[in-house]
C-alpha cells in the first residue's frame, strides 16, 4: 500500500482496494479455517494428541463413506432437476417480450425473496399427509391412502430444487442472453433442424453458464442444513447433520472439523470438475 | 495462558484483541448477563423472573442473551478468565459438560435462603434446578379416541404409520431412549432392549424428527397421531388450537432438571446468585406454573395448581411419584456411541 511510483505501470492495477476484504477473509475465513485444521489433527476431544485419527475414523467407515456419498449424490440429483427444469425457462426468456420477461424473472427471484425457513415450511405442507399433493390426489381417485413424500430422499430433491432454482436459471438467462440470436437464425436457414440448431449451437455456447449454474446449484444443495433436515427429517443423514450432531451433541469437535474438511475437500473436487469442464467448453465455444 | 480446544475456537482477532487490550475484556461495570434459552424460555424469564430479580435487588442491570446450552458453554470455553456469561441454564447432559470442564462455580447453599425447600432431585450443589421439564405422551385426540396410557401404546397396530419419534440430538429423544430401554428391561447402562424396541416400532413409524420442535410442526400437518413430547411444547402447540393433548405414561413422566449455574470467575458472582435465589422462590416459580408458562415448580412451597395439577401431579408427593429422573452421568458417557447406533440403525 507504499505511495505509487511517478512513472506509474498503467497496466497494472493497485491491490490496495482489495486489501479491506481480503483482510476480512484472512481473520474470519482463512484462520478459522486453519484453527479447524489444526483440531482435525488431534486424536483427543481435548485436542492434546496430535494424530490422523479422526480422517482415519471416517475413511475406514463404511458408515461415515456413505453418508458423504448419498450427500454428493444428493447435489447431483438436485442440480439434474434445477438444469433440466432451469434451462427452458432460460431459454424462453430470452425469446419473450420485455413485459413477459420481467415476469419470468419475478417467478425466478421471488424464492430469493422469502426466506429458506419459509419455503421449506411451505414444502412441508405440500408434501404432508394431508398436504396438497396427497389431498389432490385423493379426491381424484388416484390412490387410496396418502403417498409418503415428506422424509423421502424424493421429498429433499424436489424441495431442495425449488429452494436452489434461481442459483442456476439466473447465470443461464445470462449465458443465453450473450448468444447472438441470429446464429439459431443462420442454422436453421442452412437446412438444421430446431433440436439439431439447439445441439450444435445453442447448447455450446451457452455452457459457461450451465457450469456456473451446476457449480453454484451443487455447492448450495448439499450444505442446505434447514431444508435437508426439515424435509428429510432426523434418520435421513447428509453431512452438514452429521457435523452439527458430531460438534453440537456430542461436542467432538475433533472429528467434527475432520468431517468439515474431508467434506470440503469433496466438495472443491467437484467444483473443480465443474471448472475444468467450464474452461473446456470456453475452448469449445471460442472455436 | 494456556491454549486448549476451546480459546483456539474463538477467532484470531478476538484472541489478539484480548491479549493486545486486556482491558477491553475486563468489563468492569456490565451488567449480570443471563444466558437463558431461545423461544419461550425467553419470554418467560423475561416476563417474570427479570422483574421480579430487579424489585428484590434495587433495579440491578441484567441483560438475557438467549443461546442454546452448546454456545453457552463454547462461549464460556472461549473466556475462561472473564466470561461473558454470568448465569448459565442448562440441560442435564450439558449441565455435566459444562460442570466437568470447570465452567461452574458451587452454588452457595448455606447462604441461600429457598435451597433447602427444593425437592431432593432439585438440590444440586453445582447449580440447583428451578425447573423441571416433562416428557410424557402427546396425541392428537380428534384421531385418537382413547388416550394412550402407557410407552407401550406406541407400538398398537392401529397405530401403524402414525408414530413419530426424535433422533437423539435432544435430550428428549435421548431420554426417551432410556425410559424405553427401562420398559424392556434394560437401563443407562442396558440400552439393547431400547434399539429391538424401535425396531419393532418401524412400522409404526411416520417420522423421525431432527428436533422436537419438528415434531409439532408434524401433528399440525397431521403427519402424525402420537409422540413422546414435551409438556410445555405441547401447551404452547395447544394454546394455538392444534388438537393436541398430553399425558403422564404409567410407567412414569420422564423429567429433566433444567439445572441454573453461576459461572466461574463472573464478575457478577453476587448478583448471579441473587438471580438464582429469585428463581427458586414460591413467588417466581408459582407464577410461572400459571398459564401461558406451565413451567413445572421445584419449590416444595409451591402448591400445585392449574394444568400442571390435573395432568401431571397434585402435590410434590405425587410429583415424585409420578416422574422419573434418569442417571445423566452414565447417559454421557455412552450417548456418541448410542448416536452412532441410531444413525445406522434407524431407516425407515
Known amino acids: 500500500m507504499g505511495a505509487a511510483p511517478a512513472s506509474r505501470d498503467v497496466t497494472s492495477y493497485g491491490m490496495g482496494l482489495a486489501a479491506p476484504l481480503a483482510l476480512f477473509f484472512l481473520v474470519f475465513f482463512v484462520a478459522p479455517l486453519l484453527q479447524l485444521l489444526w483440531l482435525s489433527l488431534h486424536n483427543d476431544t481435548a485436542a492434546l494428541h496430535w494424530g490422523l485419527g479422526q480422517y482415519l475414523h471416517f475413511l475406514t467407515d463404511p ?135 439447439f445441439f450444435k449451437i445453442t447448447l455450446p455456447l451457452s455452457l459457461p453458464g450451465v457450469i456456473a449454474g451446476c457449480t453454484l446449484t451443487y455447492a448450495a444443495a448439499i450444505t442446505a442444513f434447514i431444508t435437508q433436515s426439515l424435509i428429510g427429517g432426523g434418520q435421513m443423514l447428509f453431512m452438514p447433520m452429521y457435523l452439527y450432531q458430531q460438534a453440537s451433541t456430542l461436542q467432538n469437535w475433533p472429528f467434527a472439523s475432520a468431517i468439515s474438511i474431508i467434506f470440503l475437500l469433496a466438495v472443491l473436487a467437484v467444483v473443480s470438475v465443474f471448472t475444468t469442464l467450464g474452461r473446456m467448453s470456453r475452448g469449445y465455444g471460442g472455436a | ?23 477491553l475484556s ?65 440441560d442435564p447432559g450439558p449441565a455435566l459438560v459444562a460442570i466437568g470442564q470447570d465452567l461452574a462455580e458451587p452454588y452457595p447453599v448455606e447462604k441461600s435462603a429457598y435451597y433447602k425447600d427444593l425437592i431432593a432431585e432439585a438440590q444440586e450443589p453445582m447449580g440447583p434446578a428451578p425447573f423441571f421439564q416433562v416428557v410424557g405422551l402427546t396425541y392428537n385426540p380428534e384421531a385418537i379416541k382413547t388416550p394412550p396410557t402407557s410407552w407401550a401404546d406406541l407400538w398398537k397396530p392401529e397405530f401403524k404409520g402414525r408414530v413419530g419419534i426424535t433422533n437423539l440430538n435432544s435430550t428428549l429423544g435421548t431420554g426417551w431412549l432410556v425410559e424405553i430401554a427401562k420398559m ?38 397431521g403427519q402424525i397421531d402420537i409422540s413422546p413430547g414435551n ?24 423429567a429433566f432438571k433444567t439445572t441454573i449455574h453461576i459461572v466461574k470467575n463472573s464478575p457478577n458472582r453476587e448478583l448471579a446468585f441473587k438471580l438464582i435465589e429469585a428463581s427458586l422462590t414460591p413467588e417466581v416459580q408459582t407464577t410461572l406454573m400459571n398459564p401461558p408458562y406451565l413451567i413445572v415448580p421445584t419449590n416444595s412451597k409451591v402448591t400445585m395448581g392449574g394444568e400442571i395439577a390435573r395432568v401431571l401431579a397434585k402435590d410434590t408427593a405425587e410429583l415424585k411419584q409420578k416422574f422419573v429422573f434418569q442417571d445423566w452421568k452414565k447417559i454421557n458417557e455412552q450417548r456418541s456411541a448410542w448416536i452412532e447406533r441410531f444413525n445406522r440403525e434407524i431407516k425407515i
Not at chain 1, 390412490?143 to 413424500?149: A, H, M, N, Q
Not at chain 2, 486448549?4 to 474463538?10: A, F, G, K, Q, V
Open chain 2, 26 to 90: 475486563y468489563a468492569q461495570a456490565r451488567p449480570l448477563v443471563f444466558a437463558t434459552f431461545t423461544g419461550s424460555w425467553e419470554e418467560a424469564h423475561k416476563a417474570v423472573l427479570v422483574p421480579a430479580f430487579r424489585k428484590a435487588n434495587a433495579d440491578a442491570a441484567i441483560v438475557l442473551d438467549p443461546m442454546l446450552s452448546v454456545d453457552q458453554i463454547a462461549k464460556v470455553n472461549a473466556a475462561k478468565a472473564n466470561p461473558p456469561i454470568d448465569v448459565m441454564l442448562h
Open chain 2, 231 to 254: 409438556f410445555n411444547a405441547i401447551q404452547i402447540l395447544k394454546a394455538r388450537g392444534v388438537p393436541v393433548e398430553f399425558v403422564a405414561p404409567k410407567e412414569g413422566a420422564i
Open chain 1, 63 to 197: 458408515f461415515s463413506l456413505s453418508v458423504l456419498g448419498s450427500t454428493l449424490l444428493l447435489g447431483a440429483e438436485v442440480t439434474a432437476v434445477c438444469l433440466v427444469l432451469g434451462f427452458p425457462i432460460a431459454w424462453l426468456y430470452q425469446r419473450v417480450g420485455p413485459r413477459l420477461q420481467t415476469i419470468i424473472i419475478l417467478i425466478v427471484l421471488l424464492p430469493l425473496l422469502t426466506s429458506v425457513v419459509v419455503r421449506t415450511f411451505a414444502w412441508i405442507v405440500i408434501l404432508g399427509r394431508q398436504g396438497i399433493i396427497n389431498a389432490t390426489l385423493q379426491s381424484l381417485g388416484i390412490i387410496d391412502t396418502p403417498l409418503k413424500l415428506l422424509y423421502t430422499q424424493f421429498g429433499v430433491v424436489i424441495a431442495l430444487a425449488q429452494v436452489q432454482m434461481p442459483l442456476m436459471t439466473l447465470p443461464l438467462i445470462t449465458a443465453l442472453g450473450r448468444i447472438d440470436p441470429n446464429l439459431d437464425d443462420a442454422s436453421c436457414s442452412l437446412g438444421a433442424g430446431s433440436w439439431r440448431s
Open chain 2, 184 to 221: 424392556r428391561g434394560g437401563s443407562e447402562a442396558n440400552i439393547d432392549p431400547a434399539f429391538k424396541a424401535i425396531e419393532e416400532l418401524k412400522p409404526n413409524l411416520a417420522a423421525v424428527a431432527a428436533n422436537p420442535g419438528a415434531l409439532a410442526t408434524l401433528f399440525q400437518q
Open chain 2, 1 to 23: 495462558m494456556i491454549l486448549n480446544r476451546r480459546s483456539l475456537m474463538t477467532t484470531a482477532l478476538t484472541l489478539g484483541a484480548m491479549k493486545a487490550f486486556p482491558g
